[in-house]
């Protein structure tokens, strides 16, 4: 069974940083491309960041790009998001995402439970 | 960015009833589209991908069609266990944008 769980959410005072973790199990974890969404209270969905299977290539969105990092440890089948510069624009639950390929397409097959970040003084 | 637009932005339905979702993409997506659930308090479901494959374990009285520009979600025969929000999201283009979601309540 496919399970991702993050952790490290929580509240932050704007222009602080902030460490997100997801330990991914149930796959083969360096299979597979990852990525972030997030999504603001009562609002919808909006992707964030992919990174390839090996850790190669990233990708973000325009917003969060200088200010956050994605990583990932394929020896603890761990995904990372390093969030720098925090606004409080930035408020919302981060969910950990595989990127599934089915070799025409990308799309979010699984998702993690979700990690609640707050950025407020 | 690829503005996907969905309709209706809150539903309400009675058990047993058929609804559908639509889903508008600002160009052409070439069925690079995926519906999700999200249940209360819950993160998204994938329900469907590429605009009409059913994901593993999804019941089969959900659905997905379209083509172009222009999709959509059939729920047949509602049961309490689909009240949830449900969006659209287009993949074919980066970066991967959703739909403002739909909320289905049961009437």
């Known amino acids: 069974e496919v399970q991702l769980v993050e952790s490290g959410g929580g509240l932050v005072q704007p222009g602080r940083s902030m460490k997100l973790s997801c330990a991914a199990s149930g796959f083969t974890f360096n299979n597979y491309d990852m990525a972030w969404v997030c999504q603001a209270p009562k609002k919808g969905l909006e992707w964030v960041a992919t990174i390839s299977y090996d850790g190669s290539s990233t990708y973000y969105r325009d917003s969060v790009k200088g200010r956050f990092t994605i990583s990932r440890d394929n020896a603890k089948s761990t995904l990372y998001l390093q969030m720098d510069s925090l606004r409080s624009e930035d408020t919302a639950t981060y969910y950990c995402a595989r990127h599934y390929y089915d070799g025409t397409y990308y799309y979010f097959d699984y998702w993690g439970q979700g990690v609640m970040v707050t950025v407020s003084s | 960015d690829i503005q996907m637009t969905q309709s209706p932005a809150s539903l309400s339905a009675s058990l047993g009833e058929t609804v559908t979702i639509e889903c508008r993409a600002s160009?052409?997506?070439?069925?690079?589209l995926a519906w999700y659930q999200q249940k209360p308090g819950k993160s998204p479901q994938l329900l469907i991908y590429n605009a009409n494959s059913l994901h593993t374990g999804v019941p089969s009285r959900f659905s997905g069609s379209g083509s172009g520009t222009q999709y959509s979600l059939k729920i047949n025969s509602l049961q309490s266990e689909d009240v949830a929000s449900y969006f659209c999201?287009?993949?074919?283009?980066?970066?991967?944008?959703f739909g403002g979601g739909t909320k289905l309540e049961l009437k």
């Open positions: 999201q287009q993949y074919y283009n980066y970066p991967p944008t």
């Open positions: 160009e052409d997506i070439y069925n690079g």
